[in-house]
């Protein structure tokens, strides 16, 4: 697995990951995420196999925060239950950690994905606290985790 740059062109097959886990995954418009690709704090990128073949996407945030805490803002896999959610987020790790030296990895989850919940510990992420009601989505609110890593609790052999 690698991972690069978005282009504007794989914007319609993030929308369509996106609609597929609605109930995990945010939802933007082609020009938010258009928007996102020319942004300097952003980082949009793209998962690909060795075959070029998408299979997934995220969004980082705070590439230019002073303070080194880089928000893991979005993540979904097109390919489900073959390994490449915790392959990407590893990949996302060593580069946040070694190339844009990040002291803090952050993110946050819906309460309702365990699944989700069960990488980010097995990779090192720990449960800082829960943000209650804090999303309407659907007539209804829901809340979020906030989990994290820090530089010198990330180990992760790629």
């Given at each position: 697995?690698?991972?690069r740059k978005t282009n504007i062109e794989d914007i319609t097959q993030i929308?369509?990951?996106?609609?597929?886990?609605?109930?995990?995954?945010?939802?933007?418009?082609?020009?938010?995420?258009?928007m996102?690709?020319?942004d300097k704090?952003?980082?949009h990128i793209i998962f690909n196999d060795e075959t070029q073949e998408f299979i997934g996407y995220a969004i980082l945030k705070g590439l230019t925060n002073t303070n080194k805490s880089i928000e893991l803002m979005?993540?979904?896999?097109?390919q489900p239950n073959n390994g490449y959610?915790?392959?990407a987020?590893?990949?996302?790790?060593?580069?946040?950690?070694?190339?844009?030296h990040a002291h803090r990895v952050w993110l946050d989850v819906r309460e309702h994905n365990v699944r989700a919940q069960k990488v980010y510990k097995k990779i090192g992420f720990k449960e800082e606290g829960l943000l209650r009601d804090c999303i309407f989505l659907d007539h209804k609110y829901e809340s979020l985790f906030v989990?994290?890593?820090?530089?010198n609790e990330y180990h992760i052999e790629l």
């Open positions: 697995m690698q991972f929308i369509m990951t996106e609609e597929k886990y609605k109930d995990f995954v945010g939802q933007w418009s082609f020009e938010q995420h258009q996102a690709l020319s704090n952003t980082a979005r993540i979904a896999i097109n959610g915790k392959k987020i590893k990949l996302l790790l060593n580069w946040c950690f070694n190339g844009l989990m994290s890593i820090l530089e």
